[in-house]
């Protein structure tokens, strides 16, 4: 049986945004268990969530982002939601358009 923890990136990520915390990264874990992904997989999607497509958010506003890709942009499905890397584009143009960063 695979093992994995949400890497630290999620967290920090998350951190400030209650349902993020407490409903996305407990669903991305168990979509990982359940489809037998190893740990590099979620790593390279906290990694993928930091580095490329939440540049120039800060926590919580990163957060509050991950929040409404899930629940708008994916409507509600996990496993969409973890492909988003192959949408980055798309992905990160919906943010920009729904959730603008201020300053």
């Known amino acids: 049986m695979v093992e994995v923890t949400?890497?630290?990136?999620?967290s920090i990520l998350c951190t400030g945004v209650t349902g993020c915390f407490y409903e996305v990264?407990?669903?991305l874990k168990q979509h990982c268990l359940d489809n037998n992904l190893p740990q590099s997989e979620l790593d390279a999607?906290?990694?993928f969530m930091m580095d490329e497509l939440l540049v120039g958010y800060l926590v919580p506003g990163a957060g509050s982002a991950i929040w409404l890709l899930y629940k708008q942009f994916c409507s509600q499905n996990i496993a969409e939601f973890f492909?988003?890397?192959?949408?980055?584009?798309?992905?990160r143009q919906w943010i920009i358009t729904n959730y603008p960063t201020s300053g």
């Open 45 to 47: 999607f906290g990694r």
């Open 83 to 91: 492909t988003l890397k192959d949408n980055k584009d798309r992905a």
């Open 25 to 27: 990264l407990p669903l």
């Open 6 to 10: 949400i890497p630290l990136s999620l």
